[in-house]
């Protein structure tokens, strides 16, 4: 149970119940055991609306083809999860499982029908979804800053409460800075995440769709896209002269790449004589201020300020 309310997040197994499985655990599972038959109620698919905040915009068909086919010999071996809303209902989780039904031809599936807020609706499809592989960082992203704008808070509470690291929670909605365009081929996955972040470093918007071409003409790696960034911002930033420019060694760039990864963010040791200069770190939020924060000090940041 520790383990589920770690990736649940706080408040939300209050909601599902010892009995609720994700769709990436039950969806084949044949233990009902922790179901109550005395909990079910059997709802007509037609019945049913979808989730309004279900963040992922599109399920493939040929994907829910092995799920058709278990619920044709088997019947659908975990509930979906609803609740009641004005004369219908509304689904909450088990999308998968609700249409791999109709595909299947039943007319009525298996549900527990429970009270929740929208909060709490929204709150169980970010995190049903986050289980899953096929929510492509940009969906991920917008539900995050749509979740935000919606119902408030700070990305540091979102994160806590679906059960995220809040460096991951800010690293996703970052990626909507970037121009449409990249973000497009993150969605169509001809960009990854990595090489999305490692663009961010660059300031001009034409220089980030550029990289970007680069990246997926002449299959850059990570690695290649965050070197070219620094050196971009090197020469930007400082405007060494030749015996600042000599300072710079392999050793330092492997320093610069072992800080970036640590801390989640842009880093840059800047070096004006041998053994001094400064070291600069970017943040772009509060909450990546106190990841970064808590990172380096190994204590949060509300203990730091007793």
Wanted: negative net charge; charged residues 30%; glycine residues 6%.
């Amino acid at each position: 149970m520790e383990t589920r309310k770690k990736r649940l997040g706080r408040g939300l197994d209050a909601l599902l119940g010892h009995s609720f499985v994700s769709e990436e655990e039950g969806e084949f599972s044949e233990s009902n055991e922790s179901v109550d038959p005395n909990e079910l109620e059997w709802i007509p698919v037609s019945e049913i609306d979808p989730n309004p905040y279900q963040p992922r915009s599109v399920i493939n068909p040929v994907e829910l083809e092995p799920l058709v086919r278990s619920i044709q010999a088997h019947g659908i071996l975990q509930p979906i999860l609803v609740r009641r809303h004005r004369d219908r209902f509304q689904l909450i989780a088990g999308e998968r499982r609700l249409r791999a039904a109709e595909l299947a031809g039943l007319d009525k599936v298996p549900a527990r029908v429970v009270e929740a807020t929208d909060q709490q609706l929204f709150e169980l499809a970010i995190v049903e979804n986050l289980q899953r592989t096929d929510l492509n960082p940009i969906e991920k992203a917008r539900a995050f800053k749509d979740y935000l704008e919606r119902f408030g808070g700070t990305q540091r509470e979102l994160a806590e409460r679906i059960g995220l690291d809040v460096a991951t929670v800010s690293n996703f909605i970052r990626l909507l800075d970037l121009p449409e365009d990249i973000q497009r081929e993150v969605e169509l996955g001809r960009l990854s995440m990595g090489h999305a972040r490692a663009i961010l470093g660059l300031k001009d918007r034409q220089q980030q769709i550029d990289v970007a071409h680069k990246v997926m003409q002449e299959s850059w790696s990570v690695r290649k896209v965050e070197k070219f960034v620094a050196t971009v911002r090197r020469e930007h930033n400082d405007r060494p002269t030749h015996g600042k420019a000599a300072l710079r060694t392999p050793h330092i760039d492997h320093l610069e790449e072992v800080l970036r990864e640590t801390l989640g963010t842009m880093v840059f040791i800047k070096l004006t004589r041998r053994y001094q200069g400064k070291i600069v770190i970017e943040f772009h939020s509060e909450e990546e201020f106190e990841h970064i924060v808590e990172t380096i000090c190994g204590r949060s940041i509300e203990s730091l300020a007793e």
